[in-house]
Every structure is written in structure tokens, then in C-alpha cells.
């Protein structure tokens, strides 16, 4: 096996630099997806501070504001681990914000991000300028690029409705949070496309 690899390496860099490579060079990716979860974990622990920053700055104002951070939600019992599931979750609110809608993974997609985004939310009785939507239509199609690489086959390639449950789209039970259908729905790739010509 290692030699048929050497010998494939040696023709493609070969035929490479006949067509004007300067330089080829092989690496394993297989590793990449840490970095992923990483910058994943690193920016969601950026938005919960946020969100707790700001019930800080309410409540100075004067108003009643509860932040659903993780670390909030934990310490309040808001969260219900058995169930994986909070009294108000962040994708229903930013679909009635109009942000985007359910994809097939579970996971908020947007025509601008993908399901590159980072969420918490904010609950107060201040008198902000409010907008509520209807919720988007999915606009998934038929693609199942997150049920075909999912590692551990826990998404069904259901598209997402009002009333569905959850449980018809993924089981999040068995979820490893690889993170792999985030990064690799082709919204999320056409947004990190975009990024990159910048």
C-alpha cells in the first residue's frame, strides 16, 4: 500500500510540475474538523458573553432581561439535558426574526451565512422596535449533503415544516457534534466562497 501511494504521489507531482507547478506537496485533513469545532467553540463562547454583557447593561437601564447563554441556561435548570432541549430555542427566534430558516440538519441556514452562524438570545421587557416573520420556507431542495456525510447517520434528509418534530430531522441523541454538516452545507460553502474573494 505504501509503495502504490509513493508511486501515485511521485505521477501526480511529476505530471503537476510538467503543467508548471512550482512546488506539491500532500497533507492529511482528516484532522481538520478539530480546527472547525474549535473556532465553533471559541465563537459561541464569544456570543453567550455577549448576551450576558448585555442582560448587565439592561438591567442597569432598568429592565428585566434573562440571557440564554449555555452557562445561563445550565445554572437556572432553563436547559433540560434528558431532552436536549431549552424552554425557548435560539433557531425559533431568529426564524421569526426572518434570519432564515430550519435545513434538514436542524441547524439555521441563511441565504448570507449558510449555517455559519453563531446565536444567543436576549429575553427583556424593554420597548425595543420589534419585527416578527413569518417562518422561511426551507430552501434545502433536494439536496441531503448533510445526511449523506454525516459519520454517524443521525440526520433523516426530512425537510423541516411547522410542528415538525425534531426528532423526525436528527437524532440528537446520537449526534457527535462533528460539526461536519454545519461546515459542509453547501450554503455555508457558498458563504465561505464569497469570504475568501473578499
Known amino acids: ?7 501515485l504521489g511521485v505521477e501526480i507531482e511529476s505530471e503537476l510540475r510538467n503543467r ?3 512546488f506539491v506537496f500532500f497533507t492529511d485533513i482528516s484532522h481538520s474538523n478539530q480546527i472547525v469545532e474549535d473556532e465553533f467553540n471559541a465563537t459561541e463562547s464569544k456570543t453567550d458573553q455577549l448576551a450576558d454583557v448585555m442582560v448587565d447593561y439592561l438591567t442597569l437601564k432598568g429592565y428585566s432581561a434573562f440571557s440564554q447563554s449555555e452557562n445561563n441556561l445550565y445554572s437556572t435548570g432553563s436547559y433540560n439535558e ?3 432541549t431549552s424552554t425557548l430555542p435560539h433557531k425559533t427566534i431568529a426564524i421569526m426574526a426572518g434570519l432564515g430558516w430550519i435545513g ?3 441547524l439555521l441556514v441563511s441565504s448570507e451565512s449558510g449555517s455559519a452562524i453563531s446565536m444567543c438570545t436576549v429575553l427583556t ?3 425595543l422596535k420589534t ?3 413569518p417562518p422561511a420556507s426551507p430552501e434545502c431542495g433536494e439536496c441531503t449533503v448533510c445526511r449523506d456525510i454525516c459519520p454517524v447517520q443521525v440526520i433523516k434528509g426530512t425537510t423541516w415544516s411547522m410542528g415538525i418534530a425534531r426528532d423526525e430531522l436528527v437524532d440528537v441523541y446520537r449526534c457527535t457534534m462533528c460539526l ?8 455555508t460553502q457558498n458563504y465561505l466562497e464569497r469570504k475568501q474573494m473578499k
Do not use: F, R
Not at 1 to 7: P, R, V, W
Not at 181 to 187: K, M
Open 180 to 187: 461536519k454538516c454545519l461546515a459542509l452545507c453547501p450554503w
Open 82 to 84: 434528558s431532552t436536549k
Open 125 to 127: 421587557d424593554a420597548p
Open 20 to 22: 508548471g507547478a512550482d
Open 131 to 133: 419585527v416578527s416573520h
Open 1 to 7: 500500500m505504501a509503495e502504490a501511494q509513493i508511486k
Open 104 to 106: 434538514k440538519h436542524n
